[in-house]
Nanobody
Framework: VQLQASGGGLVQPGGSLRLSCAASRSVDIMGWFRQAPGKQRELVARISRFGRTNYADSVQGRFTISTDNAKNTVLLQIHSLKPEDTAVYYC?????????WGKGTQVTVSS
């Protein structure tokens, strides 16, 4: 499975951003993880092909994940960005319990 991510960039605090990720085939679960400098990679949000979602507590209410199953694409809409959201964001897909990763995209929240 190949994953192509897009989005990211420099945003001011309180701003919004959208990340997207397209998979080369249908998958069971798609989502986003992030890794800040000096920290472990952590789950941000994910969605199953049945539409079940889960979010990290730190992003609940600010991040929304959605999917277009027909296009094997997942979108992450981010609002009310905080400096602590600064990290490299990685697209993730799961197929038959196997993880696949896309290249990271940098999100920097700074004034």
């Amino acid at each position: 499975v190949q994953l192509q991510a897009s989005g990211g960039g420099l945003v001011q605090p309180g701003g919004s951003l959208r990340l997207s990720c397209a998979a080369s085939r249908s998958v069971d679960i798609m989502g986003w993880f992030r890794q800040a400098p000096g920290k472990q990679r952590e789950l941000v949000a994910r969605i199953s092909r049945f539409g079940r979602t889960n979010y990290a507590d730190s992003v609940q209410g600010r991040f929304t994940i959605s999917t277009d199953n027909a296009k094997n694409t997942v979108l992450l809409q981010i609002h009310s960005l905080k400096p602590e959201d600064t990290a490299v964001y990685y697209c993730n897909a799961v197929v038959a319990a196997r993880d696949y990763w896309g290249k990271g995209t940098q999100v920097t929240v700074s004034s």
